[in-house]
C-alpha cells in the first residue's frame, strides 16, 4: 500500500501563499490523488485533484488561486496555494485511490473515493 507523507504547511498571512507537498512511496497512472483540507468541527472538504490523464479539478473556491501538480520523476504531489484567507485555516490532507481499468479516471473530490490518506499538514491563515 502506497504511504503519504505531506509537508509545507505553516503560518501565514492573509494574502500569502504556500506550497504544500504529499511525498508518495509510489506514483502509477492506475492510482489518482488529490488534495482536502478539514477545518475544526467542519467536514472534510476536497480542494484539488488530480485524473489520470493529469486533468483537474478544483473546488470552486480556490478555482484561481491554486494549483494542483505532479512530479512523476520525484513522486510528490503539490499544492500551490496563493492569496490564501484565514477561512481556509485547516489541516491540509493528500490521499490516493485506483483510477482507470473499472475505476472512474477523471479527478474526483469526494473524500470517500480516496482510501489511502496521510498525516496532514497544518495551514493556519490569520487576518
Known amino acids: 500500500q502506497v504511504q503519504l507523507v505531506e509537508s509545507g504547511g505553516g503560518s501565514v498571512q492573509a494574502g500569502g501563499s504556500l506550497r504544500l507537498s504529499c511525498a508518495a512511496s509510489?506514483?502509477?497512472?492506475?492510482?489518482?490523488m488529490a488534495w482536502f483540507r478539514q477545518a475544526p468541527g467542519k467536514e472534510r472538504e476536497g480542494v484539488a485533484a488530480?485524473?489520470?490523464?493529469?486533468?483537474?479539478t478544483y473546488t470552486d473556491s480556490v478555482k484561481g488561486r491554486f494549483t494542483i501538480s505532479q512530479d512523476n520523476a520525484k513522486n510528490i504531489l503539490y499544492l500551490q496555494m496563493d492569496s490564501l484567507t484565514p477561512e481556509e485555516t485547516a489541516m491540509y490532507y493528500c490521499?490516493?485511490?485506483?483510477?482507470?481499468?473499472?475505476?472512474?479516471?477523471?479527478?474526483?473530490?469526494?473524500?470517500?473515493?480516496?482510501?489511502?490518506w496521510g498525516q496532514g499538514t497544518q495551514v493556519t491563515v490569520s487576518s
Open positions: 490521499a490516493d485511490r485506483r483510477c482507470g481499468s473499472g475505476y472512474p479516471a477523471g479527478p474526483i473530490l469526494e473524500p470517500y473515493k480516496y482510501n489511502v
Open positions: 509510489r506514483f502509477t497512472p492506475i492510482y489518482c
Open positions: 488530480v485524473g489520470s490523464s493529469g486533468s483537474t
